[in-house]
């Protein structure tokens, strides 16, 4: 059994709860309200700022050099690709650049963009590797189990679910659950129950972020 096998008796239950919840059970079905979705992508865009960073902090702790290069071409990808792409989408929602820009990160978002980071400056590169995987795995396998119910109507939201199901998402996926096998061959045992607590943590995170959007969460103070 691969670790991350393993790590989807961890994920499997969080990834459920995601899939049930109201606004991604709504999103599948197309009659999810656009504001809170609207909310989702104006906090997503933070998080991509953070997630940028994380790649960088990957690059730069990556133990050879063709990770390296793997992770500063996620770099330069997020930075200089999918923030356009993400500009572009949310403008079909009537959001402009600048509010993108303006947008302050949630409780949530703030949460769990600051854990990502502290695991990637701070911890090991495995422990980058298991807090970075829940985003990929989540979403993938969130976006599959909705196509395999069918597209919706609304055009948007088939086109959120036809790019996270899709061949070149998926792929990334991989890639980042085949690099935790990876890093956890050469683990010790105590590493890996770290591992699977940061990937836990991190899985919590993608459940809250959606649970956050829909509640369109503030500052309660």
């Known amino acids: 059994m691969s670790f991350t096998d393993e790590l989807a008796d961890v994920g499997d239950p969080i990834w459920d709860a995601v899939v049930d919840h109201p606004?991604?059970?709504?999103?599948?079905?197309?009659?999810?309200?656009?504001?809170?979705?609207?909310?989702?992508?104006?906090?997503?865009?933070?998080?991509?700022?953070?997630?940028?960073?994380?790649?960088?902090?990957?690059?730069?702790?990556?133990?050879?050099?063709?990770?390296?290069?793997?992770?500063?071409?996620?770099?330069?990808?997020?930075?200089?690709?999918?923030?356009?792409?993400?500009?572009?989408?949310?403008?079909?929602?009537?959001?402009?650049?600048?509010?993108?820009?303006?947008?302050?990160?949630?409780?949530?978002?703030?949460?769990?963009?600051?854990?990502?980071?502290?695991?990637?400056?701070?911890?090991t590169f495995g422990d980058l590797v298991a807090a970075l995987l829940p985003c990929m795995w989540g979403f993938n396998e969130t976006a599959r189990r909705l196509d395999e119910r069918g597209r919706p109507d609304h055009e948007q939201y088939a086109a959120w679910i036809e790019m996270y199901a899709g061949e070149e998402f998926t792929d990334l996926a991989e890639w980042c659950k085949d690099l935790m096998d990876d890093v956890a061959a050469d683990a010790t045992a105590a590493e890996r129950e770290r591992y699977r607590d940061i990937f836990e943590t991190s899985a919590r995170y993608e459940y809250r972020f959606w649970d956050a959007a829909w509640r369109e969460e503030t500052w309660s103070v």
């Open 23 to 123: 606004m991604v059970e709504q999103l599948g079905e197309g009659t999810l309200d656009e504001a809170p979705f609207r909310y989702w992508v104006r906090q997503d865009y933070v998080y991509l700022v953070e997630y940028a960073r994380v790649f960088a902090l990957g690059a730069a702790n990556a133990p050879d050099l063709a990770r390296m290069g793997t992770f500063a071409t996620l770099l330069d990808t997020t930075i200089n690709t999918e923030m356009d792409l993400h500009r572009e989408y949310a403008a079909e929602f009537g959001i402009s650049e600048a509010a993108l820009e303006a947008t302050d990160p949630s409780p949530t978002t703030r949460a769990y963009t600051d854990f990502l980071v502290r695991i990637a400056a701070t911890g």
